[in-house]
């Protein structure tokens, strides 16, 4: 019965392995990016990370320097210029041997009244949030059709389910997000893709610097959370390991709220 049990135990932990894996991470020096990149390093996977924050680059590079982490490639690419993403990604996939795992994380979150938005300020908002992440489906799936294995998971936010007040491209483009993911894996399903979505909550990282009130910004989200505590990397981490993983396999299309028990649908 021992026997049985640790390898029932051994086949569980391998489901939920990503060693080996390449995974192309945008967004991935900063906010909840940096501890997350370290989580999949530590796990034995090889992060292609871009990042255009020379700070939070050159920190990132310490922490993985620091606990001997290796897989790590990082590079500054803008988001916003597609053309030239798309052209140094194809060089990346080359170099590192194809992608297994897209996680399309990089946002950026102006905050104003809509009426004060441009046209031109909304579609950059679009093009860094959205359309880049799907420069970097693109540049991936032709690695993941030939190996029949891949995932692609997009991180939306809560806001997309309830509005947020002042942050309409923000909203508009974590919704796409979410609308992709289902697109995708109802078109890459038979190629062995999974395409799901993870949906934060409110996290503690610069992006809360919007909120002129700190501690009231927190005891609001904790009034809204069924758990009274605020999340962590660890809880992104997490989720992020499990859908990289075979342990997901039979899971596309879906979106995952790491909240807290904010929304609850």
């Not at 940096?34 to 590079?61: H, S, Y």
Request: charged content about 20%.
């Amino acid at each position: 019965m021992n026997g049985q049990l640790t390898a029932v135990a051994e086949e569980r932990k391998s489901a939920m392995s990503v060693a080996g894996k390449v995974i192309l991470y945008t967004g991935a020096a900063g906010g909840l990016g940096a501890e997350t990149t370290l989580a999949f390093l530590r796990a034995g996977a090889k992060v292609v990370a871009i990042d255009n924050d020379p700070a939070k680059n050159a920190a990132l590079e310490f922490a993985a320097s620091k606990e001997s982490l290796k897989g790590l490639v990082l590079r500054a690419l803008d988001l916003s210029n597609l053309e030239t993403l798309r052209k140094s990604l194809e060089a990346l996939a080359m170099e590192v041997g194809g992608i297994d795992v897209v996680i399309n994380n990089a946002a950026i979150y102006p905050s104003k009244p809509f009426e004060e938005y441009s046209i031109e300020e909304m579609q950059r908002v679009q093009r860094i949030n959205v359309d880049a992440g799907i420069v970097c489906v693109q540049v991936a799936l032709p690695h993941m059709r030939e190996k029949r294995w891949g995932r692609i998971i997009n991180i939306a936010s809560v806001t997309a389910y309830g509005g947020w007040a002042n942050l309409s491209p923000y909203v508009q483009s974590k919704g796409a997000l979410i609308g992709l993911a289902r697109a995708w894996a109802r078109e890459f399903g038979a190629y062995g893709v999974t395409v799901n979505a993870i949906a934060p909550g409110a996290f503690p990282t610069d992006a809360e610097k919007i909120h002129a009130d700190p501690e009231s910004y927190t005891r609001f989200v904790l009034d809204h959370q069924a758990i009274k505590r605020r999340g962590s990397a660890s809880d992104i981490a997490n989720a992020l390991m499990f859908l990289a993983s075979d342990a997901a396999g039979f899971i596309t299309g879906q979106t995952l709220n790491v909240d807290g028990g904010w929304v609850m649908n």
